[in-house]
Protein backbone atom coordinates (compact mmCIF):
# COMPACT_ATOMS: atom_id res chain seq x y z
CA UNK A 1 0.00 0.00 0.00
CA UNK A 2 1.34 3.68 -0.56
CA UNK A 3 2.49 5.55 2.17
CA UNK A 4 0.44 9.27 2.21
CA UNK A 5 1.95 12.13 3.96
CA UNK A 6 0.35 12.55 7.61
CA UNK A 7 0.92 8.22 7.87
CA UNK A 8 3.07 7.02 10.66
CA UNK A 9 6.34 5.86 8.86
CA UNK A 10 6.37 1.84 8.61
CA UNK A 11 8.66 0.49 11.68
CA UNK A 12 11.45 -1.78 10.23
CA UNK A 13 14.45 -3.75 11.61
CA UNK A 14 17.38 -4.01 8.84
CA UNK A 15 20.72 -4.67 8.61
CA UNK A 16 22.98 -1.76 7.19
CA UNK A 17 26.30 -0.99 6.39
CA UNK A 18 26.96 0.28 9.90
CA UNK A 19 25.30 -2.21 11.48
CA UNK A 20 21.55 -3.64 13.01
CA UNK A 21 18.97 -0.66 12.47
CA UNK A 22 15.46 -0.56 14.89
CA UNK A 23 14.24 2.45 12.12
CA UNK A 24 12.12 4.09 14.76
CA UNK A 25 14.64 3.69 17.01
CA UNK A 26 17.30 4.63 15.76
CA UNK A 27 15.64 8.05 14.52
CA UNK A 28 15.02 8.86 18.34
CA UNK A 29 13.54 12.81 18.02
CA UNK A 30 15.42 13.71 15.29
CA UNK A 31 13.63 14.03 11.66
CA UNK A 32 14.97 11.19 8.86
CA UNK A 33 15.21 11.09 5.48
CA UNK A 34 14.60 7.22 3.97
CA UNK A 35 15.64 7.35 0.43
CA UNK A 36 16.21 4.62 -2.21
CA UNK A 37 18.49 3.47 -5.02
CA UNK A 38 17.95 1.29 -8.09
CA UNK A 39 20.54 -1.19 -7.30
CA UNK A 40 24.74 -0.71 -6.24
CA UNK A 41 27.39 -0.04 -9.13
CA UNK A 42 24.84 1.99 -11.33
CA UNK A 43 26.23 5.42 -12.52
CA UNK A 44 23.90 7.96 -11.15
CA UNK A 45 23.03 6.28 -7.45
CA UNK A 46 27.33 6.52 -6.89
CA UNK A 47 26.37 10.32 -7.76
CA UNK A 48 23.82 10.62 -5.70
CA UNK A 49 25.23 8.71 -2.49
CA UNK A 50 28.56 10.94 -2.75
CA UNK A 51 26.75 14.10 -2.53
CA UNK A 52 24.83 13.21 0.09
CA UNK A 53 27.87 12.14 1.67
CA UNK A 54 29.18 15.92 1.64
CA UNK A 55 25.81 17.35 2.36
CA UNK A 56 26.11 15.11 5.88
CA UNK A 57 27.31 18.01 7.81
CA UNK A 58 24.32 20.63 6.79
CA UNK A 59 21.83 17.75 7.30
CA UNK A 60 22.62 17.00 10.51
CA UNK A 61 22.78 20.65 11.10
CA UNK A 62 19.06 20.38 10.77
CA UNK A 63 18.72 16.94 12.95
CA UNK A 64 18.08 15.15 10.16
CA UNK A 65 19.52 11.19 10.31
CA UNK A 66 19.91 9.99 6.40
CA UNK A 67 19.28 6.79 5.61
CA UNK A 68 19.87 4.92 1.99
CA UNK A 69 18.36 1.86 1.24
CA UNK A 70 19.34 -0.65 -2.23
CA UNK A 71 18.16 -3.73 -3.08
CA UNK A 72 21.59 -5.24 -2.73
CA UNK A 73 23.39 -7.03 0.13
CA UNK A 74 26.23 -6.10 2.28
CA UNK A 75 29.00 -7.09 0.69
CA UNK A 76 28.47 -5.42 -2.55
CA UNK A 77 27.13 -2.24 -0.95
CA UNK A 78 30.75 -2.09 1.24
CA UNK A 79 32.65 -2.85 -2.02
CA UNK A 80 30.51 -0.33 -4.01
CA UNK A 81 31.40 2.50 -0.92
CA UNK A 82 34.79 2.04 -2.03
CA UNK A 83 34.42 2.96 -5.22
CA UNK A 84 31.85 5.89 -4.35
CA UNK A 85 34.48 7.42 -2.25
CA UNK A 86 36.69 7.00 -4.36
CA UNK A 87 35.15 8.67 -7.29
CA UNK A 88 33.30 11.19 -5.35
CA UNK A 89 36.31 12.86 -3.24
CA UNK A 90 34.07 12.05 -0.30
CA UNK A 91 33.51 9.20 2.64
CA UNK A 92 30.25 7.81 2.68
CA UNK A 93 29.25 7.82 6.20
CA UNK A 94 25.50 7.27 7.07
CA UNK A 95 23.95 3.90 6.38
CA UNK A 96 22.96 1.87 3.73
CA UNK A 97 20.27 -0.41 4.04
CA UNK A 98 21.18 -4.23 2.71
CA UNK A 99 17.49 -4.52 1.46
CA UNK A 100 18.13 -7.83 -0.65
CA UNK A 101 15.41 -9.50 1.10
CA UNK A 102 12.97 -6.24 -0.58
CA UNK A 103 11.48 -6.08 2.99
CA UNK A 104 11.94 -2.22 3.54
CA UNK A 105 11.29 -1.98 -0.48
CA UNK A 106 8.00 -3.57 -0.23
CA UNK A 107 7.20 -1.88 3.01
CA UNK A 108 7.44 1.84 1.40
CA UNK A 109 6.12 0.86 -2.24
CA UNK A 110 9.57 2.11 -3.73
CA UNK A 111 9.23 -1.09 -6.40
CA UNK A 112 7.00 -0.07 -8.91
CA UNK A 113 6.68 -2.97 -11.30
CA UNK A 114 5.04 -0.89 -14.40
CA UNK A 115 8.80 1.35 -14.19
CA UNK A 116 11.10 -1.71 -12.94
CA UNK A 117 9.94 -5.15 -12.03
CA UNK A 118 12.87 -5.45 -9.42
CA UNK A 119 15.04 -2.42 -8.65
CA UNK A 120 13.24 0.44 -6.39
CA UNK A 121 12.60 4.23 -8.12
CA UNK A 122 14.25 7.08 -6.96
CA UNK A 123 11.69 7.25 -3.72
CA UNK A 124 12.29 9.87 -0.51
CA UNK A 125 10.72 10.01 2.69
CA UNK A 126 11.46 12.97 5.08
CA UNK A 127 10.33 12.09 8.52
CA UNK A 128 9.37 14.10 11.65
CA UNK A 129 10.02 13.82 14.92
CA UNK A 130 6.66 12.50 15.53
CA UNK A 131 7.46 9.93 13.28
CA UNK A 132 4.53 11.07 10.39
CA UNK A 133 6.23 11.01 7.06
CA UNK A 134 6.26 14.96 5.84
CA UNK A 135 7.08 14.26 2.44
CA UNK A 136 7.14 11.95 -0.40
CA UNK A 137 9.09 12.03 -3.39
CA UNK A 138 9.27 9.52 -6.64
CA UNK A 139 11.81 10.00 -9.25
CA UNK A 140 12.45 7.43 -12.10
CA UNK A 141 15.84 5.69 -12.06
CA UNK A 142 17.26 7.69 -15.07
CA UNK A 143 17.00 10.99 -13.24
CA UNK A 144 19.34 12.04 -9.88
CA UNK A 145 17.79 14.36 -7.05
CA UNK A 146 18.62 17.67 -6.47
CA UNK A 147 20.24 17.37 -3.02
CA UNK A 148 20.11 21.19 -2.79
CA UNK A 149 16.29 21.33 -3.13
CA UNK A 150 16.02 18.46 -0.45
CA UNK A 151 17.41 20.58 2.14
CA UNK A 152 15.40 23.21 1.19
CA UNK A 153 12.27 21.29 1.60
CA UNK A 154 13.54 20.53 4.87
CA UNK A 155 13.70 23.81 5.44
CA UNK A 156 10.22 24.61 4.74
CA UNK A 157 9.07 21.81 6.51
CA UNK A 158 10.61 22.69 10.00
CA UNK A 159 9.82 26.04 9.81
CA UNK A 160 5.61 25.09 9.41
CA UNK A 161 6.70 22.54 12.09
CA UNK A 162 7.83 25.22 14.49
CA UNK A 163 5.96 28.42 13.47
CA UNK A 164 2.22 28.67 11.67
CA UNK A 165 3.81 29.90 8.33
CA UNK A 166 4.29 27.88 4.62
CA UNK A 167 6.73 28.75 2.15
CA UNK A 168 6.03 30.51 -1.50
CA UNK A 169 7.03 29.17 -4.67
CA UNK A 170 10.47 29.01 -5.24
CA UNK A 171 11.44 30.24 -1.51
CA UNK A 172 15.08 30.28 -0.04
CA UNK A 173 15.67 30.29 3.35
CA UNK A 174 16.25 33.56 4.12
CA UNK A 175 13.09 35.35 2.59
CA UNK A 176 9.97 36.22 3.48
CA UNK A 177 7.29 33.18 4.16
CA UNK A 178 3.66 33.12 3.97
CA UNK A 179 1.55 33.40 7.11
CA UNK A 180 -0.68 30.49 7.38
CA UNK A 181 -4.81 30.73 6.32
CA UNK A 182 -5.38 29.78 10.28
CA UNK A 183 -3.97 33.21 11.75
CA UNK A 184 -6.91 36.03 11.61
CA UNK A 185 -4.73 39.18 10.49
CA UNK A 186 -5.53 40.83 13.70
CA UNK A 187 -3.51 38.28 15.03
CA UNK A 188 -0.44 38.44 12.94
CA UNK A 189 1.29 41.37 14.70
CA UNK A 190 1.58 39.75 17.84
CA UNK A 191 2.64 36.37 16.46
CA UNK A 192 5.08 37.84 14.01
CA UNK A 193 6.50 41.02 15.55
CA UNK A 194 9.23 41.69 12.68
CA UNK A 195 6.20 42.64 10.25
CA UNK A 196 3.93 41.75 7.89
CA UNK A 197 2.44 42.62 4.45
CA UNK A 198 -0.96 42.02 3.46
CA UNK A 199 -0.67 41.67 0.06
CA UNK A 200 -4.38 40.04 -0.22
CA UNK A 201 -6.84 38.93 2.57
CA UNK A 202 -5.44 35.74 1.60
CA UNK A 203 -1.91 36.37 1.05
CA UNK A 204 0.17 37.47 4.24
CA UNK A 205 3.90 37.50 3.96
CA UNK A 206 6.43 38.26 7.03
CA UNK A 207 10.06 37.95 7.46
CA UNK A 208 11.03 34.48 7.75
CA UNK A 209 10.83 33.75 11.76
CA UNK A 210 13.90 32.11 13.11
CA UNK A 211 16.78 34.32 11.09
C1 LIG B 1 21.81 4.64 -12.12
O1 LIG B 1 21.85 4.75 -10.90
O2 LIG B 1 22.66 5.14 -12.84
C2 LIG B 1 20.68 3.90 -12.79
C3 LIG B 1 20.09 2.83 -12.17
C4 LIG B 1 19.08 2.15 -12.80
C5 LIG B 1 18.63 2.57 -14.04
C6 LIG B 1 19.22 3.69 -14.64
C7 LIG B 1 20.25 4.35 -14.01
Not at 182 to 196: Q, V
Request: proline content about 7%; hydrophobic content about 35%.
Amino acid sequence: MSIRLGDIAPDFKAETTEGTINFHEWLGDDWGMLFSHPADYTPVCTTELGRTAQLKDRFAAKNVKVLAVSVDGLASHKGWINDINETQNTTVNFPIIADADRNVANLYDMIHPNADNTLTVRSVFIIGPDKKVKLTLTYPASTGRNFDELLRVIDSLQLTANYSVATPADWQDGEDVVVAPSIPTEDIPERFPKGHKVIKPYLRTTPQPNK
